[in-house]
């Protein structure tokens, strides 16, 4: 009688460990999630961002030696051009990893 008390007692033991386990990770998994996620909102700011900057600051450069102080504005707009361009292949690769993903995954079923 003992024995099968104590049997018991480990395997409901074991399947609560198992359970816990679980939980800890999906809670690992969501987290990962959302760290991808904040990655990716920080990749796209700083891919629109940094031409701009550059070619602001180049254009100030430029505008300083030679007097022509407007060509900032320009090299602005080129910049932001630029970024765009940068998120816009980010995001266009990010979406055709992701429907690769699912075709994979359809075809594996």
Do not use: E
Request: hydrophobic share 50%.
């Amino acid at each position: 009688m003992l024995f099968l008390f104590y049997f018991w007692y480990v395997l409901l033991l074991d399947i609560s460990t198992k359970n816990d386990i679980m939980r800890g990770m999906r809670k690992n998994k969501n987290n990962r999630d959302v760290m991808d996620a904040l990655v990716m909102v920080f990749q796209f700011g700083i891919n629109m961002l940094v031409p701009i900057f550059i070619c602001t600051m180049l254009g100030v450069w430029i505008g300083n030696k030679t007097g022509v102080t407007w060509i900032a504005v320009p090299l602005f707009f080129v910049g932001a051009l630029a970024g765009f361009n940068n998120v816009y292949r980010m995001a266009k690769r990010l979406i055709d990893s992701d429907n690769k993903g699912k075709k994979n995954v359809k075809k594996n079923q």
